[in-house]
């Protein structure tokens, strides 16, 4: 299942540690690509550099037009998910969510335009209350996969050896 | 089964929102307290009005020592959890953190001092690849209630009705 992760009304100075955060967790749970609309070099540079050390192919896309994106993504058989606090329950649609082969997920900031309501095949709430884009992104993608996205190999430089108490990395020669 | 979460490391600048966030996630997956390390009036205020608008009685106890904290906490019985990208496995202590009755949950900021790692009973990792301690939290609390966190009522003055699309609040006059 191909994922990709649409983040919405990114504001450079007030979203920068959310947005990356955003992107982390696209990456670190499954999505092999972010669409930003809006550009911010140091998210770019951030979640580059995550990826250079710790593996895989996840990329960013900056400076996306969301409109001709989710044009294109429904053009190419895609689907997308809208995850909203005033959407439906979540466990009510997973089951045909799960039958997709391409899903693009969609978060935004704090006001997201009606059209997206309108374009999104599902709109979903990871419970009702506010809470986080992040968090919302992060268990859409753990309910989607059932926890086999934390079971991923990225082959990085880096990897971590679970650990009970302290921390084991390997392929860095210094203490982190 | 009590649920408290201890955010440590925060810097007000740096940290403002992923903080906020970390609060939003306690509050909205079921724990009952965050306790932080540090002072941050803006935080306070944007959970003590999230409180009241959408209810629960989630609070905030902000400049606490963590030490004290987590000695206090394990006196009176109860367990600490800590989420870390270098811990171990999730699922493979899961059955034992079940059977607690009181979990204090410990999510740090970049550096976490090593004496953390000790203190805590269990230091677990959600994956073993850098994202992020919003998700961490969320999809920890989203595991150990097994979803029912998420069906949680809160009995505040808004309340969302999930809708296929669009935006339904109850208690609201003005559309959001």
């Not at 997201?112 to 968090?135: C, F, K, L, M």
């Amino acid at each position: 299942m191909q994922i990709v992760v649409l983040r919405l009304g990114h504001r450079p100075e007030r979203d920068k540690r959310i947005t990356t955060h955003v992107g982390l967790v696209a990456r670190a749970f499954g999505a092999e690509e972010m669409l930003l609309a809006g550009n911010d070099h140091n998210i770019e540079l951030s979640l580059n550099e995550v990826v250079r050390r710790w593996g895989g192919d996840f990329h960013l896309k900056a400076g996306v037009n969301w409109k001709d994106e989710t044009k294109l993504w429904k053009a190419g058989g895609g689907k997308i998910v809208h995850l909203t606090m005033y959407g439906s329950n979540l466990m009510d649609a997973m089951e045909h969510i799960r039958l997709c082969n391409k899903i693009m997920v969609v978060v935004g900031a704090e006001k997201v335009p009606a059209e997206v309501y309108n374009v999104a095949d599902w709109n979903i709430a990871i419970g009702n209350q506010p809470h986080s884009e992040v968090a919302a992104l992060a268990v859409f993608l753990d309910r989607l996969f059932q926890g086999k996205e934390l079971m991923q190999e990225f082959g990085g430089n880096l990897k971590i050896v679970p650990s009970f108490k302290g921390k084991q990395v390997l392929g860095y020669a210094d203490k982190i």
